[in-house]
């Protein structure tokens, strides 16, 4: 069965600090991977979309590692903002399903001042 | 100008309703998605449709139907609904159909409340 666990579920850091959240998949075979952030009452927006050949890919502040032979990603958030409160989406897609996406339950990130 | 609009944002109703949502892009994409969010924060592809294809996942009870009047538009019908189909709905599209890279761009979502 396809699974995307996210860990941690849930991380509250001190704005202007780095943090690094962490996904391991189970989905098999692999195209891609996705990062997405999720505001609360808002729809997934997309910050980084990785291949199988791509270690690593970086968006801003944001960094997405992807080890394909041990099956995990991570995203690194440096200098983090308000703004980045949200919830951080790990997404799967597998080679031979086109767009069909295997979702994992996120990470709900909160930065205080 | 916003990308990829839903109406209505909020839906309450009682059990055994019919009820529908609509879902328009202004991208020219050729792909759009529905997407069930439980409370879990679970995001669970329902359909993926363009011009020529309606992909189907096979746990969507046949209860709920897409149905697309044009390439900008897939409204989702949900027939006798039901307490469990609670939840957020989102819709995506995708510019390219098949292209297993392309970026998803997702609605605001619709809160349903089944009663």
């Known amino acids: 069965k396809n699974q995307v666990e996210q860990s941690p579920q849930s991380l509250i850091i001190l704005e202007g600090k780095n943090c690094t959240l962490q996904?391991?998949?189970?989905?098999?075979?692999?195209?891609?991977l996705r990062w997405y952030k999720q505001d609360t009452g808002r729809g997934p927006v997309s910050l980084t979309i990785m291949t199988f050949s791509e270690n690593t890919k970086s968006n801003r502040r944001y960094t997405a590692t992807l080890d394909a032979d041990t099956k995990q990603s991570s995203l690194h958030i440096t200098a983090s903002q308000l703004s980045d409160s949200a919830s951080y989406i790990c997404?799967?897609?597998?080679?031979?399903?086109?767009?069909?996406?295997?979702f994992g339950g996120g990470t709900r990130l909160m930065v205080k001042p | 100008d916003t990308a990829v609009s839903q109406t209505p944002k909020y839906l309450v109703t009682q059990m055994g309703n019919d009820k529908s949502i609509k879902c328009e892009q202004n991208l020219g994409h050729d792909t759009m998605y529905w997407y069930k969010q439980d409370s879990k924060k679970f995001l669970k592809i329902m359909f993926s449709?363009?011009?020529?294809?309606?992909?189907i996942n096979e746990t969507v009870p046949n209860r709920f139907s897409p149905k697309s009047p044009d390439k900008a538009h897939l409204n989702l019908h949900i027939n006798s609904l039901e307490l469990g189909d609670s939840a957020v709905y989102f819709c995506a599209s995708s510019g390219i159909a098949g292209l297993r890279t392309d970026t998803q761009y997702f609605g605001p979502g619709t809160r349903l409340t089944v009663l």
């Open positions: 449709y363009n011009n020529k294809e309606l992909i």
């Open positions: 997404v799967v897609s597998p080679d031979n399903a086109g767009n069909m996406l295997t």
């Open positions: 996904c391991n998949y189970t989905v098999s075979p692999f195209s891609n």
